[in-house]
């Protein structure tokens, strides 16, 4: 049986420009958060602004892909919309990783590329693996965290922005899904959308917080 795109983030699928209003325009908070923080990641210089301008760019994306899959709807929408996110997450825990096991430019270049296309290459063999490929995706910032956190302390504030959003994002997510307790196809308020605006903000917040810590280690 053929599923509609965002069948299963339960609001309702239209015919119109934006299939699915909340969800789409919330998509856009990714989009916002890396705008927000251009400043932050031209302040640096060297290896750690590559990092931060990647993953500025990665956020943005990611809210385009996932307006598109949402909104317009259109061919390749579902890729885009999987992999920009994904790779936001392969180039935070890689850099991370990459601070903490002291790797050359060039070792974190091919780490990040390799990781990236190993996902690529999943999602496009089999589109149906999104879960299988969030999980690796994961499992990556968790040992990136670890190793992050021998370094040093985290950014205080940001890192508990992060955990809070995320410990908010996650049940909403499972609550929100199609036939969950919180799900009415029908509703301006969408779990999606919240999900959307928490998980930006989750990965934004995460990403100051870990970076002052990559910066120590490329200074010392």
């Known amino acids: 049986m053929l599923i509609a ?31 927000l923080l251009v400043p932050w990641a031209l302040s640096p210089a060297g290896r750690e602004r590559v990092i931060r301008m990647l993953i ?3 956020l943005v994306v990611t809210g385009l892909g996932s ?25 935070l825990s890689a850099a991370n990783l990459a601070a903490g096991m002291a790797w050359s430019d060039r070792t974190l270049a091919a780490a990040t590329l390799g990781l990236a296309a190993a996902f690529t290459i ?16 994961i499992a990556l910032i ?15 504030p940001w890192y508990a ?32 959308a919240a999900w959307h605006i928490l998980g930006s903000v989750a990965i934004g917040g995460y990403a100051v917080a870990t970076g002052a810590v990559r910066l120590r280690r490329d200074r010392s």
Request: aromatic fraction near 8%; proline fraction near 4%.
């Open 122 to 137: 999943l999602l496009f063999a089999v589109p149906t693996a999104t879960n299988i490929a969030a999980a690796g995706a």
């Open 5 to 35: 795109l965002g069948e299963g983030d339960c609001e309702s699928v239209g015919s119109g420009w934006l299939a699915q209003p909340a969800n789409a325009v919330s998509s856009l908070a990714f989009a916002v958060v890396g705008l």
């Open 142 to 156: 968790v040992a990136g965290d670890v190793v992050v956190h021998r370094l040093g302390s985290r950014h205080l």
């Open 67 to 91: 307006f598109m899959y949402h909104g317009p709807q259109g061919s390749g929408s579902q890729l885009s919309h999987d992999l920009s996110f994904l790779l936001v997450l392969v180039i």
């Open 56 to 58: 500025v760019a990665g």
């Open 161 to 192: 922005v992060a955990v809070a959003s995320v410990a908010l994002a996650v049940p909403i997510y499972a609550a929100s899904r199609t036939g969950g307790w919180w799900c009415d196809p029908a509703s301006i308020l969408q779990g999606h």
